[in-house]
Structures are given as C-alpha cells and as structure tokens.
C-alpha cells in the first residue's frame, strides 16, 4: 500500500542517515576500509563501459543506445569528496520487509561495508522508481538533488553490467532496464 510504501522509505532513509553519521576516523579505527573514491569510481563506470563494449554485439539496439546514453551522462568529478560510512549494498535483496507489519525489519549482507561516496546506499533504491528514491531522500539528513543524481549514476551503472553480462535475457538487470528505459 501506499502508506507502507512511505513508512519504509522513511525508515530506510533514517536507517542510512544514522549509519551515515559514524564519524569517518571512528569508522577507520574499527578497521573499515576507505575505498579510493578518485579510482574506484571511474573504475566501475569503466568497467560498466567495457562490459557494454564486450557485449555490444548482442544487445538490442534500442538497449545499447540506452545503455550508451546512460554512460555518457555520468560524471565522475562528483564524487571525490563525499566519503562517509556505507553499508554500500542496500537494495531490494537486503531489505527485509515484513508485509503484515508493513515494516522493514533488517538490513543484510554487510560484507561491501566501507567508508565510500554515500551515492551507494542509495543506488538500490532506483529499484523500486525515483519517486520511492525521492521519498527516501526526504528523510536522508543531507538529501540535495546532486546526491540523487550520483545515486541515479550508480544505478545505471549496475544495471549496464548485471544486463550486458546476463546472455538470457531474463535475468534481474534485463527487469532493471524494462522498468526504466525512460530514467
């Protein structure tokens, strides 16, 4: 329903405001590893290139342009200086929701746990569309529209590799980019 849809976008973005707010040097003393934000991200906007490239052949034209355009759009200057404390792998297969309680009820799979643009703990979101992505940006402390589009960038970004690589056709990324060929 549409009231638990709103609960849990706000609890999820309370949720990663408050794993968000362990100060970075607390984070590191507890041995959580920085990612190299100036690397890792072009890095992964790369590989989702080349893993088009490697692909091309294969894809639909219409998902290639897609595909294409998305990459071109992505600017990775944006992100060299917002590090924080991320569980950097929240999306709909580490939520758990209870639907007779209408509530999420955990958050799993904590092994990307590192300190790392907060963009990531976002990204999972655009899985259920941007305006449950914007509901849960308004109960982020620190939401700005920047914020939505590096989350945005990541996104694209994950559903070009998990849909080049998947040669079925049926998998989870081909459902990603069903549900959002206009993003």
Same mark, same amino acid.
């Given at each position: 329903?549409d009231?638990?849809r709103?609960?849990?976008?706000?609890?999820?973005?309370?949720?990663v405001?408050?794993?968000?707010?362990?100060?970075?040097?607390?984070?590191?003393?507890?041995g959580?590893?920085?990612?190299?934000q100036?690397?890792?991200?072009?890095?992964?906007?790369?590989?989702?290139? &080349?893993t088009? +490239?490697?692909?091309?052949?294969?894809? @639909?034209?219409?998902?290639?342009?897609?595909?294409? #355009?998305? *990459?071109?759009?992505?600017?990775?200057?944006?992100?060299?200086k917002?590090?924080?404390?991320c569980?950097?792998?929240?999306?709909h297969?580490?939520?758990?929701?209870?639907p007779?309680?209408?509530?999420?009820?955990?958050?799993?799979?904590?092994?990307?746990?590192?300190?790392?643009d907060?963009?990531?703990?976002?990204?999972?979101?655009?899985?259920?569309?941007? &305006?449950?992505? +914007?509901?849960?940006l308004?109960?982020? @402390?620190?939401?700005?529209?920047?914020?939505?589009? #590096?989350? *945005?960038?990541?996104?694209?970004?994950?559903?070009?590799?998990?849909?080049?690589?998947?040669?079925?056709?049926?998998?989870?990324?081909?459902?990603?980019?069903?549900?959002?060929?206009?993003?």
């Amino acid at each position: 329903s549409d009231s638990q849809r709103s609960a849990a976008a706000q609890e999820l973005g309370e949720f990663v405001s408050d794993i968000h707010s362990l100060p970075v040097a607390e984070a590191k003393s507890l041995g959580v590893d920085e990612e190299d934000q100036e690397e890792r991200l072009p890095y992964y906007f790369s590989l989702a290139a &080349r893993t088009l +490239d490697s692909h091309r052949d294969r894809l @639909d034209p219409e998902v290639r342009s897609v595909f294409t #355009r998305w *990459l071109s759009e992505i600017d990775t200057t944006a992100y060299a200086k917002d590090a924080t404390f991320c569980h950097a792998d929240i999306w709909h297969k580490h939520i758990l929701h209870d639907p007779a309680l209408g509530r999420i009820t955990g958050i799993i799979d904590w092994t990307n746990l590192c300190i790392d643009d907060r963009s990531r703990d976002f990204a999972g979101c655009w899985t259920y569309g941007e &305006r449950f992505t +914007d509901m849960v940006l308004a109960h982020y @402390d620190g939401a700005s529209e920047n914020l939505k589009r #590096r989350s *945005l960038a990541c996104y694209k970004a994950m559903v070009v590799l998990c849909a080049s690589e998947d040669e079925s056709k049926r998998g989870f990324g081909w459902q990603l980019l069903a549900d959002n060929l206009d993003l």
